[in-house]
């Protein structure tokens, strides 16, 4: 099928275009003014509409288990999720059990994937054992199109590696070409202070953040990027939640080196007060890093704008409040860590980031699109409207209003931690690959339709 796109105006990372784009199947064919309409077999009407590439969150945890239980939603209802918010490509975390080959991970998650996707998607692995072949399995992964690799400083006695570990893998990195995403949080000060505030019967979700300081979350961004530089590779630290550790990823970067960060919505738009809700309903603000205090969300909006922050993704990690959060009722620490939202982002970020005037629309399709598909390796298949690149495009309303709730919503979770929130710009009509996959509050895709994305290493963003 070929489709014409009239009358919108494509927004690149950095220009905005009155413009038509003709797709020839999965394909961009042609982007210009004035395509004759003889050249279609259908043609979509874009006037007055903003024409996005497909959103990318490099960022998401589905069908993973995790704290005792199981992320809610799998790669069905997460996909459909992220496509009604104007995602098309999702990159989603396997996980290599302790003592396990990395393809074994791998193949584990394909067979989650398999027959539910509904977008692309691409996988990090998540590695807590280099064992004897570790090194060896990472560069397999690469020629797999596994090119980035999550290490956790956190979480002792499940995910956290030592620094011994995380400098093997970052060497193996300098030389494949893939790139160390990075957990970072002191967890050995953690696990201290946790144990402190538990003899002292402090029990409730709001120790969650207590015990997780802004320096744990600091010093060790600070001690990643040190060992990254001396081991001559990149960096990426995910979800950055403070000021203290974004200063020190832009001091980094004042000195040249490859260093590169992602924050979320939740620590753009939301701050610890949320934990203090009562009837156990501070649960569903748990994730980790915590939410901060309310004074570093201008920093962080700030960071977005002069690049000393580069993606925004969602850590989609959800848990339903009344049979998983509730596991720690008696016991912050049993709460499942990670909350939804990968709906939302495009939402979230357009009306709090350009409708705010805190990012220009060129800004916010780099953070949501463009930077994720050049440092992830999947530029330019993903993240550009272009001759070429895969048919991703988001014609997206800027004037259609959404009060953002759990009763609408389409994550498989009873809670929106942005319930009541109102915005302003949604998704009109997303196309992956050239399908209609929704239109107008309907959805039109198959599940088994995404396909996995086989990512290149070195993708881009620091050579
Ligand atoms: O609390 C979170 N963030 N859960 C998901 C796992 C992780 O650390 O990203
Ligand atoms: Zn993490
Ligand atoms: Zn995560």
Known sequence: MTTLITH??????????????????????????????????????????????????????????????????????????????????????????????????????????????????????????????????????????VASFKLFMAYPGVLMVDDATIFKALTQTGKNGALICMHAENGGVIDVIVQRALAEGKTAPIYHALTRPVTAEAEAVNRAIAMAEMAGAPIYIVHLSSEDALNKVREARDRGLPAFAETCPQYLLLSVEELNRPNFEGAKYVFTPPLREKHHLPKLWDGLKHDHLQVVSTDHCPFCFADQKVLGKNDFTKIPNGGPGVENRLQLIYHHGVNSGKLDLNRFVEITSTAPARIFGLYPRKGVIAPGSDADIVIWDPCAKHTISATTHHMRVDYSMFEGFEVKGNARTVLSRGDVIVDQGRFEAKPGRGQYLRRSARGGAWV
């Open 8 to 145: 919108g105006t494509i927004i690149s990372a950095t220009t905005s275009q009155l413009a038509d784009i003709l797709i020839d199947g999965d394909i961009i064919k042609d982007v210009r003014p004035n395509i004759p309409h003889d050249q279609a077999s259908r043609i979509i009407d874009a006037t007055g509409m903003l024409l996005f590439p497909g959103g990318i969150d490099a960022h998401t945890h589905l069908d993973m288990p995790f704290g005792g239980t199981v992320s809610a939603d799998d790669f069905e209802t997460g996909t459909r999720a992220a496509a009604f918010g104007g995602t098309t490509t999702l990159i989603d975390f396997a996980i290599q059990p302790k003592g396990t080959r990395m393809r074994d991970a791998l193949d584990t998650w394909w067979k989650k994937a398999d027959n539910r996707a509904t977008i692309d998607f691409g996988l990090h692995m998540i590695v807590t054992d280099l064992g004897e072949c570790g090194l060896e399995d990472m560069d397999d992964m690469v020629r797999e199109g």
